[in-house]
């Protein structure tokens, strides 16, 4: 900078560089604007106090709203880039009114970068009142100048409708312009949509290879599960899984654990036998996960392999111990399976009588992996049938893991309800005079409603 600059401190005859800077502090508390702007110099260059790249944005930006023009001139020069490095570390020292002010210079200075960190501010009640309405404004900002990120993220808002009127036709279209800019979770957005929503898994995986080629381990995830599920490309499929798995992806490993226990036959909610996979490989994985990880979804697993004995010595106490941890975990599957295993007390006696009967109340591995994703409501009306030393206080106990499934809207566990609130019903009907009838009147005012929640229920068999 020349000598004609005014952004320089020339210390008067007689001053120390502490007393200078003393008394510019003194005078910046009556709200005198110069003496702002002198401080913020001094903080600058460490004239008579520590250096502070901090404490002259605060000053600088105080004198700038003062209308101190060199003060202004500063921060137009100085550039956005300062404002964002010093409104992060605003925030990071949690100072968040001047973290605010910052991100506010850094968007008058024309970067719509900051946009997002701004909508974030105002969406949190940082630094200032809290306003969803503004943050969705600011997003909407960004979005519009093009910053992928910006985009991105209005268009979570358009799908959740929380900060803006939701519109889902909108949400797709904004996330499709970030994806086709290289954001990759928007990619992952539209791949996820792509297969789920459309039907379209060509263009899935064009999305999940794309985001898996910058090195994404979600994304090489996705395009496994998509390879194996979808694609039928086992070995591209085990590749990428295994990639994402050495890159941290926990649920990656997860997939790898089922895909030892399953081989690649079953990944993704589909049931088949397993007869052809690494049991010992599957429990060591899902154990790990399971114990050491205390990752929820391998919960339901690992107690499978208890269940079963995949890979280790079966123990159905055990197992039940994990599968009611996944239960509560709100694992639908848990919560169904745990269901069935109370109605029947194999939780108060976990010793199969023999394989007849482990077969026929249960099911063996064979025929229980054909049915592992839900019992059917014809099945388990038979067993209930077959099975008359069913009680009424196991029973009501399964209808509390049942009931929890339901209520994530899970069509089949609401099925399962019904039967059992028939079949308590029907027991109960047997000896009226000693029935409760304050619990078959509860009971049966719940059968209507699940029976009608049924016809809205998406069925999937």
């Known amino acids: 900078m020349d000598n004609e600059r005014k952004d320089r401190v020339t210390i008067p005859e007689g001053y120390t560089a502490e007393q200078y800077y003393s008394e510019q502090m003194e005078k910046m508390k009556t709200g005198d604007a110069d003496a702002t702007f002198m401080a913020g110099l001094c903080f600058r260059d460490g004239i008579g106090c520590t250096q502070s790249e901090t404490n002259f944005a605060a000053c600088l930006m105080v004198a700038a709203n003062k209308g101190h023009e060199t003060a202004n001139a500063l921060c137009s020069e100085l550039g956005s880039d300062f404002f964002i490095r010093t409104g992060d570390e605003f925030r990071n020292a949690k100072i968040m009114p001047n973290a605010l002010q910052s991100y506010l210079w850094a968007f008058k200075l024309k ?9 974030d501010m105002y969406a949190e009640g940082l630094g200032t009142q809290k306003d969803t309405q503004l943050a969705g404004r600011f997003l909407l900002t960004g979005a519009e100048a093009g910053i992928a ?20 036709e909108a949400a797709n279209e904004w996330c499709l312009k970030a994806a086709e800019q290289g954001h990759v979770r928007a990619m992952l957005s539209m791949g996820i949509h792509d297969w789920a929503e459309e039907g379209d898994i060509f263009t899935a995986e064009e ?37 994402a798995a050495e890159l941290g992806s926990k649920d990656a490993e997860l997939d ?11 990944l993704y909610g589909r049931a088949y036998e397993a007869e052809s996979g690494d049991h010992e490989k599957a429990a060591e994985i899902l154990r790990r996960l399971a114990e050491e990880e205390d990752f929820s979804d391998a919960y339901y697993y690992w107690g499978l392999c208890l269940l079963d004995g995949y890979g280790v010595t079966a123990d159905v106490s055990r197992s039940i111990e994990w599968l009611k941890k996944a239960a509560e975990h709100n694992s639908t599957d848990a919560q169904k399976l745990m269901g069935y ?25 064979t025929y229980f992996n054909r049915r592992r994703k839900s019992i059917s409501e014809k099945y388990l009306k038979g067993w209930l049938e077959w099975h008359e030393y069913v009680k009424t206080h196991n029973a009501l106990r399964a209808i509390e893991w049942y009931r929890m499934a339901a209520e994530q809207g899970d069509a089949e566990a609401a099925e399962q309800l019904c039967i059992l609130f028939r079949h308590v019903l029907e027991e109960m009907q047997k000896d009226p005079e000693n029935a409760d009838k304050d619990l078959m009147e509860e009971i049966s005012g719940e059968l209507e409603e699940w029976t009608q929640a049924l016809s809205e229920f998406d069925r999937y068999h």
């Open 207 to 243: 999305w999940f290879r794309k985001a898996a080629d910058t090195g994404d381990r979600e994304g090489m995830r996705l395009l496994g599960e998509l390879d194996a599920e979808e694609l039928l490309k086992p070995e591209e499929a085990f590749e990428m899984l295994t990639r």
């Open 341 to 365: 295993l109370i109605a029947f007390n194999v939780d108060n006696h976990p010793v199969w009588p023999d394989d007849y009967e482990r077969s026929d109340f249960y099911g063996d591995a």
């Open 149 to 168: 990120e910006a985009q991105y993220r209005y268009s979570e808002e358009l799908s959740d409708g929380k900060w803006v009127k939701q519109n889902e």
């Open 111 to 119: 970067d719509r970068t900051v946009c997002v960190k701004l909508a």
């Open 256 to 266: 790898l654990g089922k895909w030892y226990l399953f081989e690649h036959k079953w």
